[in-house]
């Protein structure tokens, strides 16, 4: 099996996990992570929308200023312009406040 693709470590390590479910019920506890890419919508995401979901968008703007470091420049660049279009489309949001993000997010560009 190719440990350099994506797909096949991740299909061994579902089966490793099944394996540890049915044929070892006493063995010792393992936890089967999934590696996920920086450009696969994930937690980053699910994590944003929960916060415009709750009415936090101040929050929701430092939490993609918070990536700045993590992400590639294009990839925190997407993530603030889908922001800004997920901001826009809320009624009685401040608008100088997306605004001011877009501006910033323009940098990026």
Known sequence: MDDNDFIMR????ISEGFG???GKGNAPKSEVIYQ??????????TDIDELLLHH????????VYGR?????RNIYYQLGM????KLKSIHGID?????????NMQKYK
Do not use: H, P, T
Not at 36 to 45: C, D, L, P, T, V
Not at 56 to 63: A, F, L, P, R, V
């Open 82 to 85: 889908w922001l800004v279009k």
């Open 20 to 22: 540890m479910i049915l």
């Open 95 to 103: 608008v100088e406040m997306v605004q001011e993000f877009e501006r």
């Open 68 to 72: 700045k470091f993590e992400l590639d």
């Open 56 to 63: 936090k968008y101040d929050e929701s703007i430092q939490y």
């Open 10 to 13: 991740q299909l061994k390590a």
């Open 36 to 45: 996920q890419q920086q450009n696969q919508k994930g937690k980053i995401y």
